[in-house]
């Protein structure tokens, strides 16, 4: 019995860990995704350090803009004729699931050559936590078409991606769920 109460409260603190250490970022900050004022989205993604499980939301006006995932080729030609996922809602979060480059743009005609597209790479080593102060939604179907390394989660409410869930808050209900959980395996 003491050997099950130990098992529960490592996965406890493991989870808690792990939930503690993902991030959500906007993409372009408060620029959002667009293509007004030539935001710098290269930039803006060599200033960040992603990781698995961080999360990047994609603010836009939906009449205007979209965001495709697409392959390095396609990125590099602005192609958008062949996306690997699709999302048009205006605020659409994206889970980072893999290591490696993440390969955004605007699939608008003249969007990706004026500079709406952004190469996101995920870290290959995820010990050391992103520097954001909130955790990403759980990477739940919104929706959308993702495939590759990203899954769409739940989009936040529009002004609240940098904030969207502390790290905390998060933590402090994974852990009281599994507790709860080892309780009742334990009763």
């Known amino acids: ?22 991030a959500v970022y906007e993409v372009g900050d408060k620029t959002g ?63 980072l699931n893999n290591t490696g480059h993440h390969y955004f743009l605007c699939g608008f005609t003249g969007h990706c050559a004026a500079g709406q597209k952004v190469d996101i790479r995920v870290a290959s080593s995820s010990a050391a936590p992103s520097e954001s102060p909130s955790a990403a939604p759980s990477p739940t179907p919104s929706g959308s078409k993702p495939s ?14 940098p904030k969207a869930l502390s790290a905390s808050s998060v933590a402090a209900t994974v852990a009281a769920s599994l507790l709860s959980l080892a309780a009742a395996v334990l009763a």
């Open 1 to 22: 019995m003491a050997r099950r109460v130990a098992a529960v409260a490592a996965l406890v603190v493991v989870l808690w860990a792990g939930v503690a250490s993902a």
């Open 148 to 161: 590759g390394g990203a899954t769409a989660a739940p989009s936040p409410h529009p002004n609240a991606a």
């Open 33 to 95: 995704w667009t293509i007004m004022g030539n935001p710098d989205y290269a930039a803006w993604a060599s200033s960040k350090k992603f990781h698995l499980g961080d999360t990047v939301v994609f603010t836009y006006n939906k009449q205007f803009h979209n965001v495709l995932a697409v392959s390095k080729a396609d990125y590099k030609n602005c192609d958008a004729s062949k996306p690997t996922a699709t999302w048009s809602t205006g605020n659409d979060s994206v889970v």
